[in-house]
């Protein structure tokens, strides 16, 4: 499963083209829906001690989005470690099939109260590297 979204009039800029800081929104989104899909929404998280945190992210702009594109993003696994994963997004305009952008996303488990890294439990190490959207 991928996250699809239709490029609304508030996500472009006077050219009628995304404005790139929307597509940190539209991976946030598709990491949200993937998490999700693994059986572990915001309050699933948080009941088992854990929460995650973007720290960096790079994005490759390939091709335009317009008003009234149709996308979709993929997400997966690139690599994971003790505290961290590092996620794979591809966002592709459905009607052509170009990827408009690509790039990765690493993301920090830490302690819902105290933000402070903790490491991934073992359930949710298990679920999410073999997931992907």
């Not at 899909?37 to 702009?61: H, K, P, Q, S, T």
């Not at 402070?116 to 949710?124: A, F, G, K, S």
Request: proline share 3%; glycine share 10%; with cysteine.
């Amino acid at each position: 499963m991928a996250t699809t979204q239709k490029i609304r009039y508030s996500d472009c800029d006077p050219q009628a083209i995304v404005f790139n800081g929307n597509y940190a929104r539209y991976w946030d989104d598709a990491m949200t829906d993937w998490i999700e899909e693994a059986g572990y929404g915001g309050e699933e998280l948080g009941g088992i001690g854990v929460d995650v945190v973007a720290v960096r992210m790079e994005i490759d702009f390939k091709a335009s989005a317009k008003l009234g594109d149709v996308i979709e993003t993929t997400v997966s696994v690139e690599s994971m470690g003790t505290t961290s994963m590092t996620l794979s997004f591809v966002t592709t305009r459905l009607s052509d099939g170009t990827v408009v952008a690509s790039g990765r996303e690493i993301i920090v488990f830490v302690d819902p109260n105290e933000f402070t890294r903790v490491p991934i439990p073992d359930e949710v190490r298990r679920k999410l590297a073999g997931s992907s959207q």
